[in-house]
Structure formats: structure tokens, C-alpha cells
């Protein structure tokens, strides 16, 4: 197979399920990468980047040294207030479900690629305090939650950048476990803090029982 | 009753337990296993009452945990609780005689409707 370039011809296949996920061309890095939005994850086999930019929400990137398998994913907790910090994570609060998800998603894409759990390698990214006046602090309260689930899962924390007052854009490259960070500037914070709000909104106002079904 | 949870998730067997007990079921007997081998092990020196299993686990998963139950003519009452809940999947967990299905993210409300209706 001839070198990676921007005709999209030469971009390697995409996992089955992962279609839906926008792909662009990085020509400082010579790869496509596949950027991923609030809410969404993505798992490949490939040497390609994945991309997202944070405010207060987390990535974890994930992947398995000795395949080179590797994903993340992107998400947030909706902002209940009414919990302490310490409520959080463990399992003791029932927003924290959309993070256990978020997490387990991921987690299972890559090991049905044939990779082993405890083998796995975790990298924690986000948590921002993005907006000088976010009194509920959503961002520390994601690191929180994913500090406990990497705990409560026996996972060690091979690298993070959380917290401070900077979105942030990340660039991971599966193959080779490299994480690139860029801290963004101010400028470019309410578009990221409006795409997550929608985010958050879609949250809230997709609360459904959990979808269930009975068989005969 | 007794109620054993499956799932390889520490933080996922601790977030279904809360909601057993929110749901109304938290009197009841809750034990845990890591995946379908460990379970299968678990319920062949004593049969609970209901079994809730993720389906991907490694070791054995929650459809083969199923099989294994109902080819050893274990009749427990088994629900899937998953991430995933494709149409292939739900048809081969009807087939294998499971009672239910929730999907994640779930809500203490979908525990109520689907316990209340299969422990009566």
C-alpha cells in the first residue's frame, strides 16, 4: 500500500460501526484523523490520529501497547448541583451512568478487537474551568468521575491534563500512545462551551427509562 | 430473593446495585460476579432467585453464561442489562431464554417497570 495523503483513497478502513465519524485530513502530521465530537467515540487499528476539543468535558484515550488498537471517547456529566463532589463517581450518583457508559462503550470496542483488559493503557484529558463565573465547577466534577471509575476498574493513569482554565485540543495517536495537547486561547472558548451546552441539553432532555424490553 | 449481578465493571456492578436499591428491591440478597465464568461457577452451588448480566465480558460472556445455564437446565430468571442491544442479539437472548433486556444508560424507572413485572 502506497504513503497516506489528503485523497481519501488512501486512508485506512474504518471499524465497522464507526462510519458515522467524521474523518479530516492533518497535513502537519501527514494522516487522517478521525475528530470526534461531544457524546461520540471512536476505536481503530490504524495508524491515524483522533481528534476533539475539550472545555469542561473529558477524553480518555485508551489502547492496548502491544496491538496498537486504541480509542477514545468524549464526554460530560450533566450538572446535577444538588451532589457534593464527593458523590460523585463510585457509583453513589446516577448521572454518573452516562460516564460509566461513555467508559464501558469504549472500552469494550477495543477489546473486541481481541485486546485484553489489563493490558490496556489510559491517558485522562479535559475537566477545564472554562468560564471564569461555572459556580457548579462541571469540570472538576468530570475529573472526579473519571478518577473513581479508573480507580474502581484497577486502571492506572499513564498520563493526564486536567483541570486549569483552558479548553483544549488533543490530538492522540493510537499506534504509538503519543498524546498532543494544544492549550487553546480565550478566543475560541464560548464556541466550545456552546457545543457543549447543546450537548448537555441533548442529555436532559433525551432522560428516558433506559430502554427496555421484555421478552415472551 | 437473591439477585446476582454480573458484569465486568467494578463501577458498573456498583451503579446497578444502587439502582436495585432506589428501584425498591435494596432487602434483598445482591452478590457479585467479574464475568459469565465466575457467575456460572457462583450459581451451580446455589441457584439466585434473578441473574443480571452484561453481555461483553471477557472469559465468558453473558449469552454464553445464558447457554451454559439453560444447557445445564438451569430454569433462573436472566435479564441482560447493555451498552449494546442489537437485533441479532436480542433475538439470539430470546432464543437462549432470557426474560429481558435493559438498555444503558438506564434509569431506577426501567428497573421498576422490568423487576416488578418479572418477579411476580
Known sequence: MGAMTSNRETWPTV??????????????????AAKIL???????????????????????????PLSGVGGMNHFMLPGDTSKSLSQWGGGECMETRYGIAAME???NDIIKQGCRKDRLELKLFGGGKV??????NVGE???????????AEGFAIAAEDVGGPHPRKVNFFPRTGKVMIRRLRSLQTQAIVDQEKSYESDLASNERPGEIELFD | MKI????DSSAMRMMVVRTLRQAGFGGNDVEQAEDG???LEQIRKSTPD?????WNMPNMTGIELLEALRAEENDVTFGFITTESTKEMRQRATDAGAQFLISKPFTTESFEKVLSTVMN
Request: proline content about 3%; some cysteine; overall charge negative.
Open chain 1, 131 to 136: 468560564l471564569a463565573m461555572d459556580v457548579n
Open chain 1, 141 to 151: 466534577r468530570n475529573i472526579e468521575f473519571a478518577r473513581q471509575f479508573v480507580r
Open chain 2, 37 to 39: 465464568a465466575a457467575a
Open chain 1, 38 to 64: 461531544p457524546g461520540e467515540y471512536y476505536v481503530t487499528r490504524q495508524h491515524e490520529i483522533i481528534t476533539t476539543v475539550l472545555g469542561s468535558c473529558i477524553s480518555a484515550c485508551i489502547r492496548d
Open chain 1, 105 to 107: 462503550m469504549l472500552i
Open chain 2, 50 to 54: 434473578l441473574v443480571l448480566a452484561d
Open chain 2, 4 to 7: 446476582l449481578v454480573v458484569d
Open chain 1, 15 to 32: 471499524i465497522d460501526g464507526f462510519d458515522g465519524i467524521t474523518r479530516i485530513w492533518d497535513p502537519r502530521n501527514n494522516l487522517c
